[in-house]
């Protein structure tokens, strides 16, 4: 008869590689391989475990992957079939008394993912992909994702074991005392990701000893009612033994309190030894474990514990931060999107990354807390588009996203994609729709808007939208899509042409939040389409939306009106307690209000001796004053002083003023360009510092902007001087100069394509195939990756394409240059400029 | 266990990190009638102080647990593990390394990072305002020093109540101290899982504002026996040098 204890706790084993170097493994020796050519001594290992009372043992595989093992002269299947063969002879060798499992075990990679590191997300699932089928043939219970600290890198991992494999998928991530994972992992994250992806159970392992994890423990209980594991460390390395602290008996002693918290599966990390483990199963014996009796759980087939599943905190996340869906209202961003946009059009077609990061960065200083993410422009490629753009916004914000496309092909990659748990916006009531995309929906464990409208018909009232929603619901229902992780949109429509159709909606809202007790979302804008004065119809339907049961607005959160009239709602519905985001939001306010009054104080008061009239002309001339010909002269000295002295707002002051009466092209060649110039030449005699002439050529851009954004509203000709691609070579992560050449070119009126950092010679080569461009810019900034940029230039003149090649970089020499082919060497971003010029000079 | 701090940064390094395009001897002069300039300094030191986390591991070995393979060439390759040899914990190649920890009766191996949340804020930083950006950037670069610096004092304080001293510090990358010590000084510290730092396969640690380093302990305070512009590897086209000036000085 087995004990209480027994029934309901499962132990794994301790460490497994402070066992090995006990028993004669050397340093930088792989214990992988160690343990094919000493099968004994692993096995050996394994049955102390055993003996000491596991129930499932971690095969000696944790750092087998084919990076690690590159050039090892060893076949990854191969060393880990011959692991996972000694653990299952161990385990097989005590049958008839209990079943013992054999976890094929698996760590990082070892090298950070993208966007901080270079291991990409195919990489590492490609990785992932042949551990998890070498241990699955060899005869693996289960794999277990352990030390992980990167959210990416485990959903690589998961993705990889459930779409290759059968096996049960357990995951512990590595946190330190400040509550996450070296690479920000937030543990609440964590949980909501991974129960989403349907993995088996979830938790934590190393760092730290078991007291210290409580906090991180408790945070993923919160958020999921999958079986937690925990396996802590001993403590921590002693610096000069390298050797552990704890005692076994301390370390089950702190191990207590873990039963209470409904943790069963539990076991140690480094410096533990069979020893902790037969402690553990003492401790435990003597330890009330009735609260995990009322469990009903099986880590083994990833059944959860219904029963407490009401209690659960839902929401969406990235991997270092949660927007909680607890029916506050949350604010959902909608600028990244292209429809009605020229702007984000053209962003979208050059994949100008940098545009749209800005764009999220804005929302998110906003206070957005999700945003909407939609690609859709016509003949693009909008799976490989929604990739590139998840990828960019997630590399610069920690916003949860929404997926929005009415594509199952986009949505998948998006969510694919999204380091975290997302939104899919959306499916409309056509049953035909739902089962196309709710399907990817469940797989990924997202959210999802259903969309109160069918394909016959925009519904004509509250009624008919409520009888949309509820076919939705069926369809969620059906596809096991928890109703907390429906969100019905009600359908704002404009109100200047379908006038009775806004109290509809509200309607609408206010049944389905109060009866069918899911989220709700709304378009807002839309309502206000063709009115003066938008903001006002806008903000007023949104607080009457917001009090019928709107949670989830999606707005334009750079709309101030708009944020304020969140914010105020908030307050008045005991959603911002004590009005403390209230408060701190509006302190300030009046303060500010005279925006226009302080930017020409500024501008008037930092005149300087060196550009005599430059501030008063600045300060005198407004858009309707009747120019001379001398006014004019001093309009030109005016933005050229401002360019000079990095002042963006009055730049593009400056340019709204000249737009109106000079081309395009003679801003940029009489005005900007000149002015740049100046501030180069300064440099040049070190009267100012590189800080400095990026600030001049970002308040150069301000007025490029202007102008671009012009153009594109006007679908004019384009004013760019030629195109040239920027690119951090292979193998180099240092891309800050190779940036600041980016925002000095691009000033000066160049396209830049900028290919970003570690970009392989061959992609280099494809884009300046695909866009036929003359000038090549690479960057190197270690020695170490100097042999990619000669490799790169190789490349290309193998392929007989006729660009030239400009190189620089911190250890690139003007003798180098020549000798790995380059066509112009350039120490600093002004000599790029010189390349460029001379490149593009017949034009 | 030693955990370096990083309370502000040094100022006159970051004016030189920051004319190292132009190394002008006026620089000061110039920088200091520059108020925005020292502000936006200010406001990028802040930043730094702010986001960086600072983890640091180390080890204390005998050096009996130590290879020391002066007949190695930087050019002949990849460092060997230790498997060839017993009971050793790390194999060093170079004449270098040698110099250094000769006489010593132990090495102190330490990495530290700033950590991935300043890292992410440097990406951030590029997307919103390049300017700022590089600032920042360089005042990364300075905590690094700043915090190895904290480290070096901090135990230098701890072995001197032993009558033990600490010989200067040295990392792989610098003179014939192949850079490709990287890996196994990482593995020895068990650094990307004590402190996340790891390594891309073209040897450069992510986070990129990270550090390694290796010391001699010995029994009597001695000169420091190596550094200076023969062992740096940006030697040939240095603007400091070219200026006369020496960035260590």
Redesign the interface.
């Known amino acids: 008869m087995m004990t209480s204890a027994d029934k309901r706790i499962i132990y794994l084993d301790g460490a497994m590689g402070t066992m090995l170097q006990r028993s004669g493994l050397?340093?930088?020796?792989k214990p992988e391989v160690f343990g094919m050519q000493h099968p004994e001594v692993v096995r050996d290992i394994h049955l102390r475990y055993i003996n000491a009372g596991s129930d499932v043992i971690y095969a000696n595989t944790f750092g087998v992957n084919s990076?690690k093992y590159e050039g090892s002269g060893y076949d990854v299947s191969e060393v880990i079939t011959a692991n996972i063969k000694t653990a299952k002879a161990a385990a097989d060798s005590v049958s008839g008394m209990k079943k013992i499992r054999v976890a094929l075990d698996v760590g990082?990679i070892?090298?950070?993912m993208e966007?901080?590191?270079?291991l990409s997300f195919d990489d590492a699932y490609d990785c992932f992909r042949q551990i998890v089928t070498a241990g699955e043939k060899a005869g693996a219970d289960l794999v277990i994702f352990e030390?992980m600290?990167d959210l990416a890198e485990v959903r690589a991992a998961v993705l990889a074991a459930k779409e290759n494999s059968s096996l049960p998928v357990w995951v512990t991530m590595?946190f330190?005392k400040?509550g996450r994972?070296?690479?920000?992992t937030d543990p609440a994250a964590m949980a909501l990701t991974l129960d989403a992806l349907g993995v088996d159970a979830v938790g934590v392992n190393?760092?730290l000893g078991p007291v210290d994890l409580v906090p991180m423990v408790r945070s993923i209980r919160e958020r999921t009612a999958l079986p937690v594991i925990v396996k802590p460390n001993a403590g921590?390395p002693d610096?000069?033994t390298?050797a552990y602290a704890m005692t076994p008996q301390n370390f089950a002693r702190q191990m207590a309190v873990y039963p209470e918290m409904g943790v069963y599966i539990m076991g140690g990390c480094?410096g533990t030894q069979p020893s902790f483990i037969q402690a553990l199963g003492e401790a435990m014996s003597a330890a009330d474990l009735s609260v995990i009796e009322s469990g009903n759980t099986d880590s083994f087939s990833g059944v959860s514990d219904n029963s407490t599943e009401s209690s659960l905190r839902n929401g969406v996340c990235s991997a270092g931060r949660v927007t909680d869906l607890d029916g506050f209202v949350r604010v959902i961003g909608e600028r990244i999107n292209p429809t009605g946009k020229k702007r984000f059009q053209q962003a979208l077609r050059e994949h100008d990354m940098?545009y749209i990061?800005?764009c999220a960065?804005d929302q998110a200083e906003a206070g957005a807390d999700i945003l909407d993410i939609n690609v859709g422009l016509p003949g693009a490629d909008e799976p490989s588009l929604m990739t590139e753009v998840v990828r960019a916004v997630q590399?610069?914000?920690d916003l949860p996203l929404q997926i929005d496309s009415s594509t199952p092909a986009a949505i998948e990659a998006g969510l694919r994609a999204v380091n975290g748990r997302a939104i899919v916006n959306s499916v409309s009531a056509d049953e035909e729709k739902c089962r196309q995309i709710l399907p990817i929906v469940k797989k990924y464990g997202a959210c999802v808007i259903g969309l109160a409208l069918k394909k016959s018909g925009m519904p004509k009232n509250a009624q008919e939208r409520i009888e949309n929603a509820k076919m939705i619901l069926k369809m969620t229902d059906e596809y096991g899509i928890p109703r907390e992780d429906v969100i019905i949109d009600c359908l704002a429509l404009t109100v200047s042409a379908q006038q009775d159709q806004a109290m509809e909606t509200l309607r609408a809202v206010e049944y389905v939040s109060r009866n069918l007790k899911v989220h709700c979302t709304l378009g807002v804008s839309n309502i206000s389409f063709g009115l003066p004065m938008r903001k006002m119809a806008t903000v007023s339907f949104l607080t009457q939306a917001m009090y019928c049961g709107l949670d989830l607005p999606i707005v334009n959160p750079n709309q101030l009106e708009i944020m304020d009239s969140i914010a105020s709602y908030r307050a008045l519905s005991c959603q911002d307690p004590s009005c403390s985001a209230y408060i701190a939001r509006f302190a300030d306010r009046p303060k500010e209000t005279p925006v226009q009054a302080g930017v020409s104080q500024a501008s008037s008061g930092t005149g300087s001796s060196d550009n005599p009239g430059a501030g008063s002309a600045s300060g005198a001339s407004s858009p309707n004053a009747p120019e001379s010909d001398s006014d004019k002269r001093q309009e030109d000295s005016a933005i050229q002083n401002a360019v000079i002295r990095?002042l963006p707002d009055e730049v593009r002051r400056q340019t709204q003023i000249l737009i109106e009466c000079k081309s395009a092209m003679d801003i940029i060649e009489q005005d900007l360009i000149p002015a740049l110039d100046k501030v180069g030449e300064r440099?040049e005699k070190?009267?100012?510092?590189?800080?400095?002439l990026?600030?001049a050529?970002?308040a150069a851009s301000a007025g490029f902007d202007l102008i671009k954004n012009r153009i594109a509203k006007a679908d004019g000709v384009s004013v760019s001087k030629g195109t040239i691609i920027l690119a951090t070579v292979?193998?180099?992560?240092?891309?800050?100069g190779k940036?600041?050449v980016k925002?000095v070119l691009e000033n000066y009126g160049y396209t830049v394509i900028d290919l970003g950092r570690?970009v392989p010679p061959d992609k280099v080569l494809k884009t300046a195939q695909e866009h036929n461009v003359k000038l090549i810019g690479l960057s190197a900034l270690?020695?170490?990756?100097l042999p990619?940029m000669e490799k790169t230039i190789k490349v290309l003149r193998e392929a007989g394409h006729p660009c030239k090649v400009v190189v620089g970089g911190?250890?690139v020499?003007k003798e180098y240059a020549a000798q790995i082919g380059a066509d112009f060497y350039a120490?600093?971003a002004r000599e790029t400029v010189e390349a460029a010029r001379a490149v593009f000079t017949d034009r | 266990m030693i955990n370096p701090e990083i309370t502000q940064l040094n100022r006159d390094e970051i004016y030189r990190y920051l004319g190292l395009q132009s190394g002008s001897p006026l620089m000061h002069e110039e920088m200091g009638n520059d108020l925005r300039l020292d502000e936006q300094i200010s406001r990028c030191e802040q930043t730094v102080l702010e986001t960086a986390r600072i983890r640091c591991v180390y080890r204390i070995l005998p050096l009996s647990a130590i290879v020391l393979d002066a007949g190695y060439s930087p050019a002949a390759g990849n460092v060997s593990d230790s498997r060839s040899y017993k009971s050793v914990s790390i194999v060093l190649h170079g004449k270098d390394i040698a110099r250094l920890l000769d006489g010593c009766s132990e090495a102190v191996f330490m990495a530290l990072t700033l950590g991935a949340e300043l890292e992410r804020v440097l990406m951030k930083q590029e997307v919103t305002d390049m300017s700022d950006a590089l600032v920042l950037d360089i005042c990364a670069s300075a905590a690094v020093e700043a915090a190895a610096d904290d480290f070096e004092r901090k135990l230098s304080a701890e072995l001197k109540s032993e009558d033990k001293y600490l010989t200067n510090r040295f990392s792989p990358g610098y003179g014939d101290f192949a850079l490709s010590h990287q890996r196994p000084v990482l593995e020895l510290l068990n650094a990307s899982r004590a402190a996340g730092i790891t390594l891309t396969p073209s040897q450069l640690m992510v986070p990129r504002k990270s550090v390694t380093a290796v010391m001699g302990i010995c029994s009597d305070v001695r000169e420091k026996v190596l550094g200076g512009c023969g062992m740096c590897p940006l030697k040939s086209r240095c603007s400091y040098r070219s200026h006369n000036l020496r960035c260590y000085e």
């Open positions: 050397k340093m930088g020796e990076h990082p070892g090298e950070l966007p901080l590191g270079t030390t600290t590595t330190e400040t994972t070296f690479a920000g190393c760092s921590l610096p000069r390298g480094c940098n990061m800005k960065i590399s610069v914000t990095g440099y070190q009267f100012i510092f590189l800080p400095q990026i600030n050529a970002n292979e193998g180099d992560i240092h891309d800050i940036n600041i925002v570690d270690m020695t170490t990756t990619s911190a250890v020499t120490k600093d």
